[in-house]
């Protein structure tokens, strides 16, 4: 006779209302055998004498830093988007369209130090990160339709620096990630007269089991349709701001209370800097957009770590994943319990 369905033994799909996916969750593979590929632990890069990044240095284009304190933004010298750029002709068939891709990329360090990371920075340091994503929000969305803050972290993400630091690419599109989910949201509030976030966080707290942490403004989550193994969703609990710059003066201190131990415990979860890719998503920007205008919008931040098993054995998101769907080892409510027992103090500051 077959046994009853349990998520934690038993393979499954789940879906995604975000963006319309499914995703296979199929946790009996957390038992096989790994003798793959491990990457080099980064926990101990050196710092670079030259880094470009750093308070005072000299960058790539000849300009030099100025001494900053705090945060620090600059045009990116090697931008993806430009500004003034020649447009492509109009589509001469429909499989062959081109539109117009104008933008601009920035560079932001978040202290001046080098060898510090997010975990490691006081609250107070990381309001400083907030508020300047603010003011980058406020000022580069008046004039760009989506405007894309994002940290690599870790050299196996593709960070080419140590030194904290996010990137910001500002575009005149809406890109695949936010037109989906702009869809999605629209499309669930015209059917529930709701915010599908709004409702999904009001399920979340009552169910509990995927919450890693939670403080007076914030929770940290993750999904229920995860699919990097530790992925997690930071989510305001009031208010329902649609973007970065609706944030309260509570919800920016609560924010960065809860990066800080978001991120103490991901470093705490392998005992290495965790890498991964983080960013916001918000209601579109633009000069056909006021604030208040997209109630169908939660903002959220999302951290996409890509470690599974240790310091040195990543997810990796290859043939299946590639040609058919995502999948995931560990269930995400495993994944939740696990962060939820990591320490609130970073390995580096325990006093033996
Ligand atoms: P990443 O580590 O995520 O690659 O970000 C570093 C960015 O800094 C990268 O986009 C930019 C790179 O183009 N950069 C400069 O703009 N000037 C420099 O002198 C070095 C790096």
């Given at each position: 006779m077959m046994s009853v369905f349990k998520p934690t033994e038993h393979q499954h799909v789940r879906y995604n209302p975000l963006k319309d996916e499914w995703i296979l969750v199929s946790p009996h593979r957390c038992l096989r055998p790994w003798s793959g590929q491990v990457e080099d632990a980064v926990e101990d890069q050196p710092p670079d004498p030259n880094n470009p990044l750093k308070a005072g240095a000299l960058?790539?284009?000849?300009?030099?830093?100025?001494?900053?304190?705090?945060?620090?933004?600059?045009?990116?010298?090697?931008?993806?988007?430009?500004?003034?750029?020649?447009?492509?002709?109009?589509?001469?068939?429909?499989?062959?369209?081109?539109?117009?891709?104008?933008?601009?990329?920035?560079?932001?360090?978040?202290?001046?130090?080098?060898?510090?990371?997010?975990?490691?920075?006081?609250?107070?340091?990381?309001?400083?990160?907030?508020?300047?994503?603010?003011?980058?929000?406020?000022?580069?969305?008046?004039?760009?339709?989506?405007?894309?803050?994002?940290?690599?972290?870790?050299a196996v993400m593709g960070c080419s620096n140590p030194h904290p630091h996010c990137q910001i690419w500002a575009s005149s599109f809406l890109p695949n990630e936010a037109r989906v989910k702009d869809r999605c949201q629209k499309?669930?509030?015209?059917?529930?007269?709701?915010?599908?976030?709004?409702?999904?966080?009001?399920?979340?707290?009552?169910?509990?089991?995927?919450?890693?942490?939670?403080?007076?403004?914030?929770?940290?989550?993750?999904?229920?349709?995860?699919?990097?193994?530790?992925?997690?969703?930071?989510?305001?609990?009031?208010?329902?701001?649609?973007?970065?710059?609706?944030?309260?003066?509570?919800?920016?201190?609560?924010?960065?209370?809860?990066?800080?131990?978001?991120?103490?415990?991901?470093?705490?979860?392998?005992?290495?800097?965790?890498?991964?890719?983080?960013?916001?998503?918000?209601?579109p920007t633009g000069s056909n957009h006021t604030p208040g205008d997209s109630p169908h919008w939660l903002l959220h931040g999302l951290y996409l770590p890509p470690l599974l098993r240790s310091a040195s054995v990543k997810k990796f998101m290859v043939g299946y994943e590639m040609l058919a769907q995502s999948q995931r080892d560990l269930t995400p409510e495993q994944a939740a319990e696990k962060l939820r027992d990591c320490d609130l103090v970073h390995y580096k500051n325990v006093v033996l």
């Open positions: 960058r790539a284009n000849g300009q030099r830093n100025p001494i900053y304190l705090s945060t620090y933004v600059f045009p990116n010298d090697f931008p993806a988007l430009l500004e003034r750029v020649p447009e492509p002709p109009a589509p001469e068939h429909p499989l062959f369209r081109a539109g117009p891709a104008k933008g601009t990329c920035r560079v932001m360090c978040f202290h001046p130090n080098s060898s510090m990371t997010i975990p490691l920075m006081s609250v107070q340091e990381i309001v400083a990160v907030v508020e300047e994503w603010i003011n980058q929000m406020k000022e580069l969305g008046r004039r760009y339709t989506w405007v894309q803050i994002f940290e690599n972290k870790g499309e669930y509030f015209a059917e529930h007269g709701k915010p599908l976030l709004v409702d999904y966080l009001e399920q979340e707290l009552e169910r509990k089991e995927r919450i890693v942490i939670k403080n007076f403004e914030w929770v940290a989550l993750v999904p229920y349709w995860a699919i990097w193994p530790f992925e997690t969703m930071l989510l305001p609990i009031r208010g329902k701001p649609q973007r970065l710059t609706d944030l309260n003066e509570q919800q920016k201190e609560g924010l960065a209370d809860i990066m800080k131990k978001i991120t103490t415990k991901y470093d705490n979860l392998f005992k290495c800097s965790f890498p991964y890719s983080m960013g916001w998503h918000g209601a």
